[in-house]
């Protein structure tokens, strides 16, 4: 499929209600250019125009015009089988990268294969100027570096985040969040010495309350840390 093609196949695969529901989600995106498309559907062309080779075409054709289209790269992004490959095609594309969906669904699965070589970017993206690479470096750290792979360094690198840009500061809460559920000994001396910015500590406070994960004594002693 070309990418005129695939525009096409786009809006014939568009829920109207659906669109008007996702618009309200994506406050940084023009609602004009939603088409929506639903998550599996984009998924499953994904899966399918991955193995094409007139594919690079359209991951070629940057900026795209319309959100659905972002989300089908991401989605391509993550399906590819190549690692040299997707990692070129995901810096190429991270500075196109304009809301927090696109940039939270884009999840290479080769990645894990590559955890070592992986890390030199992800030290690259969080120190961009750009909100959604720093916020996609931050992600790609919670995903693959706070299980085995776990160090203390990672946990540093995000703590020495400053920024007034919200959707990077909510990633750096939800690092945190699911970083206390995990290794829960290794980072609650970063919420007992307050190294974070005081809405950030705050926010990784109460999503870590919400979470299934961590224990009522722990949820406890974390709204005692709140600061007010």
């Known amino acids: 499929m070309n990418t005129t093609d695939i525009r096409s196949k786009l809006f014939e695969l568009q829920d109207i209600k ?3 529901f996702q618009a309200k989600l994506i406050p940084t995106t023009d609602p004009d250019s939603v088409i929506g498309v639903r998550t599996p559907d984009l998924r499953k062309l994904a899966k399918q125009l991955v193995k094409e080779p007139d594919t690079a075409e359209f991951l070629n054709a940057l900026p795209h015009e319309y959100f659905d289209e972002n989300q089908l790269h991401a989605f391509i992004l993550s399906e590819m089988k190549d690692y040299p490959r997707c990692i070129d095609e995901v810096c190429r594309f991270l500075p196109y990268v304009d ?14 294969k590559n955890r070592n070589d992986l890390l030199t970017y992800i030290n690259k993206w969080i120190a961009s100027d750009e909100t959604y690479t720093i916020r996609f470096g931050v992600g790609m750290l ?5 299980d085995e792979d776990f160090g203390l360094s990672y946990p540093e690198m995000v703590a020495s985040l400053r920024s007034d840009e919200y ?29 974070l910015a005081v809405w950030t500590h705050n926010k990784a406070i109460q999503k870590s309350v919400e979470s299934y994960r961590i224990t009522p004594e722990q949820k406890t002693y974390l709204k005692s840390l709140k600061i007010k």
């Open 99 to 112: 809301n927090w969906a696109t940039c939270d669904q884009m999840s290479p699965k080769i990645f894990k």
């Open 142 to 146: 919670m995903e693959h570096f706070l």
């Open 18 to 20: 659906y669109r008007d």
């Open 167 to 195: 959707y990077v500061n909510m990633m750096i809460a939800w690092y945190f969040a699911t970083a206390l559920a995990k290794q829960y000994e290794s980072i609650i001396p970063y919420i007992e010495e307050k190294r």
